[in-house]
């Protein structure tokens, strides 16, 4: 997975995901055996029929910087967290508060449910999927939505595609002009979820030209939300703020890295 980025990102947003990938770039990379996970998934609400939107971290971290957007814009009521015991145990901390691995949020106004997650779900892709479909269990969820970037050697422009074989989402989304992802490869939980072929299943994806986290790609998926859900979200300004926001992304990241090193380097012990 992918992404690309051009975008204005208002000032909180901006904070919340330095500090996300931050975190996330200092997660250990290794990949463990997944064991299972025995706590349920506890909702303090349940909006029968709603639409879920979920993003995982992927290349680019489109997912999570796109939902991240959204809880933003839209004011959405949190109503539900987890974490999966298969990763090592990492939390990220802003403002003095614990950050969810994986968070749940609802929004009234457009009737849609929000799974933003900065946990990696490399190595458990279909554990993810089950977290989802429950989710979609309890609230009878009409789709799901998933959001992915999608590798690019074009450098001139960040395209959208989408992805499904329900035929009457196909046919809504090339009503709005979008192209259907006509060749390439679908990982990670998106790919989970499609081959779970338990609801119908709508991926949205947008293309980028880097690994580092891409939020031209982000504010694409958000164009492309917004022309299927109505949402109303202004996503202009993400694009005009884009290369200052990478710039801050890339240093940081790169300040993470040096001091992981330098944490390996030292055989720092593990405390826990």
Same mark, same amino acid.
């Given at each position: 997975?992918?992404?690309? %980025?051009?975008?204005?990102?208002?000032?909180?947003?901006?904070?919340?995901?330095?500090?996300?990938?931050?975190?996330?770039?200092?997660?250990?990379?290794?990949?463990?055996?997944?064991?299972?996970?025995?706590?349920?998934?506890?909702?303090?609400?349940?909006?029968? %029929?709603?639409?879920?939107?979920?993003?995982?971290?992927?290349?680019?971290?489109?997912?999570?910087?796109?939902?991240?957007?959204?809880?933003?814009?839209?004011?959405?009521? #949190?109503?539900?967290?987890?974490?999966?015991?298969?990763?090592?145990?990492?939390?990220?901390?802003? %403002?003095?508060?614990?950050?969810?691995?994986?968070?749940?949020?609802?929004?009234?106004?457009?009737?849609?449910?929000?799974?933003?997650?900065?946990?990696?779900?490399?190595?458990?892709?279909?554990?993810?999927?089950?977290?989802?479909?429950?989710?979609?269990?309890?609230?009878?969820?009409?789709?799901?939505?998933?959001?992915?970037?999608?590798?690019?050697?074009?450098?001139?422009?960040?395209?959208?595609?989408?992805?499904?074989?329900?035929?009457?989402?196909? #046919?809504?989304?090339?009503?709005?002009?979008?192209?259907?992802?006509?060749?390439?490869?679908?990982?990670?939980?998106?790919?989970?979820?499609?081959?779970?072929?338990?609801?119908?299943?709508?991926?949205?994806?947008?293309?980028?030209?880097?690994?580092?986290?891409?939020?031209?790609?982000?504010?694409?998926?958000?164009?492309?939300?917004?022309?299927?859900?109505?949402?109303?979200?202004?996503?202009?300004?993400?694009?005009?703020?884009?290369?200052?926001?990478?710039?801050?992304?890339?240093?940081?990241?790169?300040?993470?890295?040096?001091?992981?090193?330098? #944490?390996?380097?030292?055989?720092?012990?593990?405390?826990?």
């Amino acid at each position: 997975m992918l992404l690309q %980025g051009d975008y204005d990102l208002p000032e909180i947003f901006e904070e919340r995901y330095l500090y996300t990938v931050a975190c996330f770039a200092a997660m250990p990379k290794e990949v463990h055996k997944p064991h299972p996970v025995h706590q349920p998934l506890v909702l303090t609400k349940k909006p029968k %029929g709603a639409a879920v939107i979920e993003g995982f971290p992927g290349l680019g971290l489109v997912g999570t910087i796109a939902t991240g957007f959204l809880l933003d814009h839209l004011k959405c009521e #949190k109503i539900g967290s987890y974490y999966f015991e298969d990763p090592p145990a990492t939390l990220a901390v802003h %403002g003095c508060t614990i950050v969810d691995p994986i968070g749940i949020y609802y929004n009234k106004k457009h009737h849609v449910v929000v799974v933003h997650a900065i946990t990696s779900a490399a190595g458990i892709e279909f554990g993810a999927a089950d977290l989802i479909l429950n989710l979609c269990k309890q609230i009878q969820a009409s789709e799901i939505i998933t959001l992915e970037g999608v590798g690019s050697t074009e450098a001139n422009e960040t395209r959208g595609f989408f992805y499904t074989d329900h035929t009457g989402l196909r #046919k809504t989304m090339q009503k709005l002009g979008i192209d259907c992802l006509g060749e390439g490869i679908i990982v990670g939980v998106t790919a989970a979820l499609l081959m779970r072929k338990q609801l119908p299943v709508l991926s949205l994806f947008a293309e980028t030209h880097s690994k580092l986290p891409d939020s031209k790609a982000a504010a694409k998926l958000i164009e492309v939300l917004d022309k299927l859900l109505e949402l109303k979200v202004d996503y202009v300004p993400l694009l005009k703020q884009a290369a200052e926001f990478e710039q801050k992304l890339k240093a940081m990241l790169s300040q993470t890295m040096k001091a992981q090193e330098m #944490k390996e380097k030292k055989q720092v012990g593990y405390i826990g």
